[in-house]
């Protein structure tokens, strides 16, 4: 089968990395699917949906509890160094009060 996205490419097996989101949570897993060798857009089946949709009940209700493999980390906007450009965009966008 031919990539639709790119269509080039050749679509062929292949294991992929899926990451399922639940508010701040991310849960990483592999599932077979199909990937295009030239893009690398993946193509997953029904039962796959149907597959990552209960994976994502079941890590939302907490039946499952899988090992950690990191933490994410936020820092709040005043706290954040930004470029001079980034600062005068930011600046720029903010309305002009008097
Ligand atoms: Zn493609």
Do not use: N, W
């Amino acid at each position: 089968m031919k990539c639709v996205i790119c269509k080039t490419g050749e679509v062929t097996k292949s294991p992929v990395q899926v990451e399922v989101k639940v508010g701040y949570d991310h849960l990483l897993t592999t599932v077979e699917a199909e990937r295009c060798v030239d893009c690398g857009e993946a193509y997953y089946s029904t039962e796959t949906l149907q597959q990552l949709d209960r994976l994502r009940d079941d890590f939302a209700r907490k039946q499952i509890t899988p090992r950690s493999v990191g933490t994410v980390y936020q820092i709040p906007l005043e706290g954040v160094h930004m470029s001079t450009r980034f600062s005068r965009d930011v600046f720029a966008a903010e309305p002009f009060v008097v």
